[in-house]
């Protein structure tokens, strides 16, 4: 029996191994946006929603029409207590240039402000669309924490170097692979959703 295609639709070379490793197991062939001929290189689905669920569901829609498979699709962000909210939907977008850039931003927005005013989330909202029903499904995940005050730690990307989690003592940005699984938003998300597709594509 030959395994559905799945498309994952990124092609940040971070998120991809991330998000397989988190859907091991399931019985699809998992594609990410490199792999699809359909797809132009330089083709970027729009994000023009006001609300992580609106642009995930935007971003999975476009590329399984374009493509005709089962696609996926994140967005995520950064939200800061004391910036209300924000960079939010922008976090990709915060400031220009790089992600090195953009979290130099947040450190700078917040040079002063005490640590118990210092709370932030990631959050995460993955959609599922399947072109052939035209129905989609949505799952959030969410981690609590603090932005620290400094860089911490070389691994992961964007804002991990900043962002601290209390319950182990460390940015993401210093935590191993497993330690950031284990309380990683995006995390939760794409596990619900393995369970979405357990229910509805293979029950």
């Not at 640590?115 to 995460?124: N, Q």
Request: net charge negative.
């Amino acid at each position: 029996m030959n395994k559905r295609k799945m498309l994952i639709g990124t092609r940040s070379k971070g998120k991809f191994p991330e998000i397989i490793a988190l859907l091991q197991g399931l019985p699809f062939e998992f594609v990410n946006l490199n792999d699809v001929a359909e797809i132009p290189k330089d083709y970027q689905a729009p994000e023009t929603g006001e609300t992580f669920e609106e642009n995930a569901l935007m971003k999975a829609k476009d590329y399984a029409e374009k493509s005709g498979l089962l696609t996926a699709a994140e967005d995520s962000g950064l939200e800061v207590d004391a910036l209300n909210g924000a960079p939010g939907v922008m976090s990709a977008r915060w400031a220009p240039g790089s992600d090195l850039d953009r979290t130099t931003r947040i450190l700078e927005e917040l040079e002063g402000v005490h640590e118990s005013k210092r709370g932030a989330c990631f959050r995460a909202v993955v959609a599922l669309y399947d072109p052939k029903t035209k129905k989609s499904f949505t799952t959030t995940g969410v981690c609590t924490g603090k932005i620290s005050t400094e860089f911490r730690g070389t691994n992961g990307f964007a804002y991990d170097p900043i962002f601290f989690v209390p319950q182990l003592g460390k940015t993401f940005g210093e935590m191993s692979f497993e330690e950031k699984n284990s309380v990683s938003f995006r995390n939760i998300a794409w596990r619900r959703l393995g369970q979405i597709l357990e229910q509805e594509f293979l029950s």
